[in-house]
């Protein structure tokens, strides 16, 4: 453009003006050197801020972001030994229970024992009496027979004795 202008002037018959350029240069110069110090230094500077502004949101996003995985990392530890613990208590849940039932069953095992002895005990003193208490009808009976055979009367010690000592030898023999 600025060609063009030249060479128009050029074939007008016009030279360049130098004034014209230096005044318009000076202005430039002067004007460059203002929008630098009012326009470029003050928006220069809010772009710094602005970068530094960013810069620091990325530092503390990336800090956020450790300490998120850093939590993560403990949350995920402390589940897993939850998890180890609950695992425990119910291992030992069980064996108590295991234990528990064979407290149960050896329990009931002694009592099932003393009942059985108990009632073995009980078997053998009531046999003991039914046995006594035969010898003694066996011996009443005897002893009245005895008196209807011999026809007379024997004291009742003295044939209580007899067949008592009768009786004995035949439980020895049996």
Do not use: H
């Not at 110069?29 to 970068?51: C, S």
């Not at 939590?71 to 208590?89: D, N, V, W, Y």
């Amino acid at each position: 453009m600025f060609l063009d202008y030249l060479v128009l002037n050029a074939s007008a018959g016009q030279f360049l003006n130098t004034g014209d350029i230096f005044a318009t240069l000076i202005i430039f110069i002067i004007l460059m050197l203002l929008l630098k110090k009012f326009a470029w230094g003050p928006l220069m500077g809010i772009m710094k801020q602005r970068e530094d502004l960013i810069a620091s949101e990325i530092e503390a996003a990336e800090i956020s972001r450790q300490e998120s995985q850093q939590l993560l990392e403990e949350q995920r530890s402390l589940l897993k030994e939850a998890r180890t613990e609950a695992q425990a208590i119910v291992e030992n849940a069980k064996k108590q229970g295991d234990v528990q039932r064979e407290e149960i069953i050896t329990v009931a095992r002694a009592e099932a024992s003393r009942l059985k002895e108990s009632a073995v005990r009980e078997i053998e003193t009531e046999k003991e009496k039914a046995i006594a208490a035969v010898r003694e009808e066996v011996v009443t009976l005897s002893v009245l027979a005895a008196s209807k055979v011999l026809g007379k009367e024997i004291s009742e010690e003295d044939n209580r004795a007899l067949i008592e000592e009768t009786i004995a030898k035949a439980g020895d023999v049996g």
